[in-house]
């Protein structure tokens, strides 16, 4: 890992308490392989973001924004809660996320 704690998760293990706010946690049976290349996708699309913003090209943004968002969702920290999933349907999200993020 990178060293850092893991911010606490919540009794049910569905969401991480970071500064007194709840958010969604990461689907924990995405696999350490797919969740790590899901997260490189995420940093990059959050760099991208940040650079359009810089620069005022609403265009790049909003598709650095849709890359961040497929991230997020194949994640599992949007779209439908991955503890309301099936395995099939979890596995389904990230690997659709993987082939739309491109790799």
Excluded: C, F, Y
């Excluded at 919540?10 to 990461?26: E, K, L, N, S, Y």
């Excluded at 797919?34 to 959050?46: E, G, N, P, T, V």
Aim: proline share 6%; net charge positive.
């Amino acid at each position: 890992m990178n060293g850092k704690a893991s911010p606490p998760l919540t009794p049910d293990g569905h969401h991480v308490v970071i500064g007194g706010r709840r958010w969604r946690a990461t689907d924990p049976a995405v696999p350490a392989g797919a969740s790590a290349r899901l997260r490189a996708h995420l940093m990059a699309a959050r760099r991208a973001v940040a650079a359009a913003r810089r620069t005022g090209d609403a265009a790049a943004e909003r598709v650095a924004r849709d890359r961040v968002q497929t991230a997020k969702v194949a994640l599992g920290e949007r779209g439908v809660p991955w503890w309301d999933q099936s395995a099939e349907e979890r596995r389904a999200r990230w690997g659709e996320g993987l082939r739309a993020l491109g790799s």
